[in-house]
């Protein structure tokens, strides 16, 4: 069963830098470098956010505009690892952030694309913490 684990939050201050890890396990028959992988968040008492996706191939991304300019997505296939570095951030920012997949999106370049990793993914994991104050 497609599973991810999530690491690399943590308190830091407005305008600091957190990098978070997201290790994919579980993949059957295609290696996980095949699907789009993106990044979602849930701050209290808020909705569950489309943060950021990344393509099967890395040159294609997409990021929300609340995002754009301060995060960048990368993925390492061989390590079956995804990454968020995120920059500048801002109290907005706080929240869990959790990884998903939802085979065999390969591509995600939108919101929309975003919509479909997130309703079609069920096991979300633990997530790790981000939070942003002063």
């Known amino acids: 069963q497609l599973q991810f684990v999530e690491s690399g939050g943590g308190l830091v201050q407005p305008g600091g830098s957190l990098r978070l890890s997201c290790v994919a396990s579980?993949?059957?028959?295609?290696?996980?470098?095949?699907?789009?992988i993106g990044w979602f968040r849930q701050a209290p008492g808020k909705e569950h956010e489309g943060v950021s996706c990344?393509?099967?191939?890395?040159?294609?991304?997409y990021y929300a505009d609340s995002v754009k300019g301060r995060f960048t997505i990368s993925r390492d296939n061989a390590k079956n690892e995804v990454y968020l570095q995120m920059d500048n951030l801002e109290p907005e920012d706080t929240g869990v952030y959790y990884c998903?997949?939802?085979?065999?999106?390969?591509?995600?370049?939108?919101?929309?694309?975003?919509?479909?990793?997130?309703?079609?993914?069920?096991?979300w994991g633990q997530g790790t913490q981000v939070t942003v104050s002063a």
């Open positions: 990344i393509s099967s191939s890395p040159t294609s991304s």
């Open positions: 579980g993949f059957t028959a295609l290696n996980a470098g095949a699907y789009a």
């Open positions: 998903a997949a939802t085979p065999p999106l390969f591509f995600c370049t939108t919101s929309q694309a975003m919509d479909v990793i997130s309703s079609g993914f069920h096991n």
